[in-house]
């Protein structure tokens, strides 16, 4: 049962990462078409900032894991490199989804009280 669980947490975990941070990166973070930067903008650019925060938590959180599941792996006759493998793998986790959570609450304060944008 354990199992499942953690199999269902991971797929929620990947899905909301992509479908958070799918925006593209290739034409630069802040992106301003008028010389002082119009109120859309500043909210576009500050989503664009915030999506580009959370895909590079992703990876970091997953780099944490991997590293974490290395020590618990060849921790065998350490129990305290185990124990420290599992304690870097749920705070890499719950740091993610904290920051996620944020995220998530960020951008519904962006729509609430930002300007109606318009997504091209």
Same mark, same amino acid.
């Given at each position: 049962?354990? $199992?499942?669980?953690?199999?269902?947490? #991971?797929?929620?975990?990947?899905?909301?990462? +992509?479908?958070?941070?799918?925006?593209?990166?290739?034409?630069?973070?802040?992106k301003?078409?008028?010389?002082?930067c119009?109120?859309?903008?500043?909210?576009?650019?500050?989503?664009? #900032?915030?999506?580009?925060?959370i895909?590079?938590?992703?990876? +970091?959180?997953?780099?944490?894991?991997v590293?974490?599941?290395?020590?618990w792996?060849?921790?065998?006759?350490?129990?305290? #490199?185990?124990?420290?493998? $599992?304690?870097?793998?749920?705070?890499?986790?719950?740091?993610?989804?904290l920051l996620?959570?944020?995220?998530?609450?960020?951008?519904?304060? #962006?729509? +609430?009280?930002?300007?109606?944008?318009?997504?091209?």
């Open positions: 049962m354990d $199992k499942i669980k953690i199999i269902i947490f #991971l797929s929620v975990f990947i899905f909301l990462n +992509f479908t958070l941070a799918q925006e593209d990166f290739s034409g630069g973070l802040i301003c078409e008028h010389d002082p119009q109120l859309p903008e500043l909210f576009s650019n500050i989503r664009s #900032l915030l999506a580009f925060i895909w590079f938590a992703f990876w +970091f959180a997953v780099i944490i894991s590293i974490g599941s290395f020590l792996m060849l921790g065998g006759p350490y129990p305290s #490199l185990a124990s420290r493998g $599992k304690n870097m793998i749920k705070t890499a986790i719950i740091g993610y989804i996620l959570s944020v995220g998530i609450i960020f951008d519904l304060v #962006l729509e +609430f009280f930002g300007p109606r944008l318009k997504y091209y």
